[in-house]
């Protein structure tokens, strides 16, 4: 058995059993079996909860990496031992998708069950990668803060979210967001908000959705920021409205294609502070995990905080 590169750190092995209905757990075996191969030092750190895995990670030496093997959910848990903070390095990442969406990795190039293609990565130059800071002004959670890496929704897109506990079992990535978002469309409701950019009004008046992203899609593949860079310092934000059930479905499909910035009832833009208001209480998804209904947050990018391995 070969050692692995002197550049690759041992890895903490973090391994959400319940990410993609099980798949994570029943792949774990080839996984493993993988990371012997290559002679790569780990350690499994295998945890039901989110909160228990992070705490196990802030507990481990500075040198140990982090392999977080899930969805987009998984990685967005252990994000507070990984970005840098003044005075204290975060942790490497590396990502091996096997949750739900998977849509960072996705974006990334990293396909599910391709483990050998994602520890190769492993050699490549590390690059930084910005995160978004999410603060809850007003509603469910308020004056709480949470660190993510791909993006948010409110509106529709959270709803769909929540209605994804309802999908048959069967439907796993895009075919579970695309029933959830069949269902949701029968139930679009339009609420007044306001959005200010770098303390600029940016859009005012009736809409089912906004996004804020530092990743270019969501929900298993839809291509809600095709533009966006998680390393160029900004965070975009995608708007819609007004719009009728007809018009967000005509729109929903052009997302899928990433072909809908164009569209009249669209208005996206670039900057690193975005506040949002809403007239009534919405529900708001971060990176795919819901958390209540709000009805103001304020978002910033943290510019480069995550060191990527495997990128």
Do not use: C
Request: avoid cysteine; proline fraction near 8%.
């Amino acid at each position: 058995m070969s050692a692995p590169p002197s550049s690759v750190p041992p890895l903490a092995v973090v391994l959400n059993p319940n990410a993609g209905g099980g798949l994570a757990t029943r792949e774990w075996p080839r996984l493993e079996a993988e990371l012997k191969r290559r002679g790569q030092p780990f350690e499994l750190i295998l945890e039901d909860s989110g909160e228990d895995a992070l705490a196990r990670i802030q507990a481990l030496p500075p040198r140990i990496a982090v392999l977080a093997v899930g969805g987009d959910g998984t990685v967005g848990a252990l994000l507070p031992a990984l970005v840098s903070v003044p005075g204290r390095p975060g942790r490497p990442l590396a990502v091996v998708p096997l949750g739900t969406g998977n849509d960072f990795a996705g974006m990334l190039g990293l396909k599910t069950g391709q483990f050998a293609e994602a520890l190769d990565r492993l050699t490549f130059q590390p690059r930084d990668v910005d995160a978004l800071e999410v603060r809850i002004l007003e509603g469910d959670g308020a004056g709480r803060t949470h660190v993510l890496l791909n993006g948010l929704g409110l509106g529709f897109d959270a709803a769909v979210t929540a209605n994804m506990a309802r999908a048959p079992r069967q439907f796993q990535g895009f075919a579970r967001y695309a029933w959830s978002a069949v269902a949701t469309v029968r139930e679009l409701h339009l609420s007044e908000v306001q959005i200010t950019l770098d303390g600029q009004p940016f859009y005012s008046g009736p809409s089912p959705i906004v996004a804020v992203m530092n990743g270019t899609r969501y929900g298993g593949g839809f291509q809600i920021s095709p533009r966006s860079s998680p390393r160029d310092g900004l965070l975009d934000v995608v708007a819609g409205g007004p719009m009728n059930r007809f018009q967000l479905v005509k729109l929903m499909l052009r997302v899928l294609s990433g072909t809908h910035l164009d569209q009249p009832q669209v208005h996206t833009a670039q900057g690193r502070e975005a506040v949002i208001r809403w007239n009534a209480a919405t529900p708001l998804h971060l990176d795919g995990d819901l958390h209540g209904q709000v009805t103001a947050i304020k978002v910033r990018v943290l510019e480069g905080v995550v060191k990527l391995l495997n990128g």
